[in-house]
């Protein structure tokens, strides 16, 4: 076993072993396991990245893993995203324990679902083979469905039901492109799993049956669509982003775009490929408008703060197929950029409306007035957090919006790089009027108690630390990082 | 009997047990169907691995059998015991514009292939559009029926339909993909029944008429 495959294993085997045992174990004993094994699998998975997105590609196990600088990215995504569930999660789990919702069992099994969760998104960018891609996305959408269904109440279990069934259907659907991806290759490479190797096929992308690959590429934007929350597929996706609990929907928001993105980046390689890449740049600009334009009146007419965040969900993954779409250098970094950011913010922004909606008892944004004078540290965590989503600098998510919309121009889609700017500009002023109504106003209760300096440390792993990168990322880029960006962008301009 | 005459013969009868679960509203006659279905998609693969000599196949095709034909519906028949409603009584579409649309579905997709041109190892010429036919049909159930066991249903009736076209375009993806796609269905039972069990117990029912509260 070479040294990059032991990583791969520690980075998938611990989260799952550690899982298992974890759900074995009760009360802190379950904590403490889980939170050593997910750290490991996430060293191990940061590793990787960090080996990827500094050299050459990672390979091992007879070119199942093979991690380039665009899959070393999305594992760095991943792997920011899932610290932050991780120190979150002991604190919501202490909550739901405290108001004796929390089975005997729950904790345990929470845990497991959270590693197996975070190790299936991890795992999803290590392969070279497109069918185990689809494996590892859909089985992050089985266990997701148990993770968003966790509260077991009325509301939890329609999302988690919704997102079984929706989910699976639509990721199904990029199966059915990932078999008519592999027919066309078959039939130049002969029936081997090198036929559905994405570095296979896109070396052989011109002599691919133009007609499969134009369905094969239909179908897995439906598919991986789905599972980005682009519209009109992401109709599960505000219910269960509603229902989850925080550090869930930090996963769910954070880390599962960046995959879903990830996945149809790769059929997006080897269409342009086999076709040119008028046809799939032509199918996410369109897709991404739409989501913008379907994710603007629920944004605006919101009641509840987790719905928005979902939303805001949607209209992200629109930025991201857009970004996708335009191609060129200066889209495609600010695409990297803005799945990073977006991660770190999502996350950060998904646990603090969590406590929020804890402490307040609903997700109405009408109960949740003056949360600043009530729970402050929260509060000022989730609007920091807003501001930055909203695009507004100091915010890496600022410069990877501008260079976006600049790069649709450059590339020649300035009509739809307009439209993008100007149902951004609206979607941000309706995100920020209900985010301002959720911090201003006087509270009912008075603040809570100060929390204790262990609370402290996770909260701010939590909710402050992915703020403070992203305010630095939005004013000074290190050089590493900066190469790495440059790195995956060239991946990802591949396309002719 | 040639890889293609498998593929075919054993796409003519899972077409017609699709149509049949169309119009069928005991959950217990649908289980049934499904596990046959299943079990002609299982022979499929096994009959075009020993006709090939495609031992990946075989092995896919015997798993298949074990997991969808018998492993499924036998947990499907568990949590039908524990459930308090056992025939969809109003499913969104009458059976009888159900059998419509069913026939519709077989026509459509004949002719939605017509057109496709397909690679040399392709096996038949009624296996995709059969093929499509099921995946059509599998999300027809999805959209129509209320009960999370038959909602179960039309999700593996689906599978099976994602299989054939595996099976009409390529005779299977490589075993470690099989494997994987085997694997996840199986979680997916286990959600499944998790989940119905949760809803049973909150709700009182496994209708999911009882879960539209989230909106907006």
Not at chain 1, 253 to 259: C, I, M, S
Not at chain 2, 9 to 14: D, E, L, P, R
Not at chain 2, 44 to 55: K, P, Q, S, T
Request: glycine share 12%; with cysteine; hydrophobic share 60%.
């Amino acid at each position: 076993m070479t040294h990059t495959e032991l990583l791969v294993a520690i980075a998938l085997g611990v989260p799952v072993v550690g899982g298992l045992v974890a759900w074995m174990l009760r009360g802190r004993a379950s904590d403490l396991v889980a939170l050593a094994a997910g750290m490991v699998g996430l060293v191990a998975a940061g590793g990787l990245a960090v080996l990827a997105l500094t050299g050459e590609p990672v390979t091992g196990w007879m070119d199942l893993v093979r991690i380039d600088a665009l899959g070393g990215w999305t594992v760095l995504v991943v792997v920011v995203v899932g610290v932050i569930a991780l120190a979150a999660s002991v604190g919501f789990l202490d909550r739901t324990d405290a108001t004796g919702r929390l089975h005997t069992r729950d904790r345990g099994l929470y845990w497991m679902l959270l590693l197996w969760f975070i190790a299936g998104f991890a795992g999803v960018p290590m392969t070279d083979n497109l069918g185990l891609v689809w494996v590892g996305i859909e089985a992050t959408t089985l266990v997701g469905a148990l993770l968003i269904g966790f509260k077991r109440d009325r509301d939890a279990i329609e999302a988690a039901w919704k997102s079984l069934i929706l989910g699976s259907v639509g990721v199904g659907f990029a199966l059915l492109g990932t078999l008519l991806a592999y027919a066309s290759s078959v039939a130049v490479l002969g029936a081997t799993s090198d036929a559905l190797a994405w570095s296979r096929l896109l070396a052989i992308a011109p002599e691919l049956d133009p007609g499969l690959m134009r369905l094969a590429f239909v179908f897995a934007l439906v598919g991986y669509g789905t599972k980005a929350g682009l519209a009109p597929l992401h109709t599960w996706l505000p219910d269960a982003y509603s229902q989850a609990p925080g550090p869930v929907g930090a996963v769910l928001g954070g880390a599962k775009l960046a995959v879903a993105i990830y996945a149809l980046a790769r059929f997006h390689l080897i269409a342009s490929g086999a076709l040119g890449p008028a046809y799939s740049s032509g199918l996410l600009i369109a897709m991404g408008l739409l989501s913008l334009a379907v994710a603007l009146p629920f944004v605006v007419a919101q009641g509840d703060v987790k719905r928005l965040l979902a939303y805001s969900s949607v209209e992200h993954a629109g930025i991201a197929a857009l970004a996708l779409g335009f191609g060129g250098r200066i889209a495609l970094a600010g695409l990297a950029l803005h799945l990073l950011a977006h991660g770190l913010v999502k996350a950060s922004l998904f646990v603090s409306a969590g406590r929020l909606t804890d402490a307040a008892g609903s997700h109405r944004i009408g109960r949740l007035r003056g949360s600043l004078e009530r729970v402050p540290p929260d509060a000022r965590a989730f609007l920091a957090g807003s501001l930055q989503l909203s695009g507004l600098p100091p915010s890496a998510l600022f410069i990877s919006e501008v260079a976006i919309i600049l790069g649709g121009v450059a590339a020649g889609w300035g009509w739809a790089a307009g439209i993008a700017a100007l149902l951004l500009a609206v979607t941000v002023a309706g995100f920020l009027f209900h985010v301002v109504r959720v911090s201003t106003g006087s509270a009912a209760r008075r603040p809570d108690r100060t929390p204790g300096p262990r609370r402290r440390l996770r909260a701010g792993v939590a909710l402050v630390l992915p703020l403070l990168i992203v305010g630095v990322l939005g004013i000074w880029t290190p050089a590493p990082l900066d190469e790495a960006i440059a790195d995956v962008a060239a991946v990802l301009a591949v396309a002719p | 009997m040639t890889a293609a005459q498998i593929i075919e013969t054993c796409s003519v009868g899972i077409v017609a047990i699709g149509v049949l679960l169309v119009i069928t509203r005991s959950i217990s006659r649908s289980i049934w169907l499904l596990a046959a279905q299943s079990v002609l998609v299982g022979l499929a693969a096994l009959g075009v691995g020993l006709a090939e000599g495609e031992d990946h196949l075989v092995v896919g095709g015997l798993l298949a059998l074990g997991a969808k034909g018998v492993a499924v519906p036998v947990v499907l028949f568990v949590m039908l015991r524990t459930t308090p409603m056992r025939v969809e009584r109003s499913p969104y579409l009458h059976p009888y514009w159900g059998l419509l649309v069913a026939v519709l579905i077989v026509f459509a997709a004949q002719a939605a292939v017509a057109g496709v041109h397909l690679p040399a190892s392709v096996a038949g010429e009624r296996a995709l559009p059969a093929a499509i036919a099921e995946v059509l049909t599998g999300l027809l159930l999805v959209m129509t029926r209320r009960k999370a066991v038959s909602l179960l249903i039309g999700l593996f009736v689906f599978e099976n339909g994602l299989a054939i076209v595996a099976f009409a375009l390529t005779f299977g993806m490589p075993l470690v993909v099989e494997l994987g796609i085997l694997f996840d269905l199986l979680i997916a039972l286990g959600v499944g029944w998790i989940t119905t069990r949760r809803m049973i117990a909150v709700t009182g029912s496994a209708s999911t008429d009882e879960l539209r509260r989230l909106r907006g």
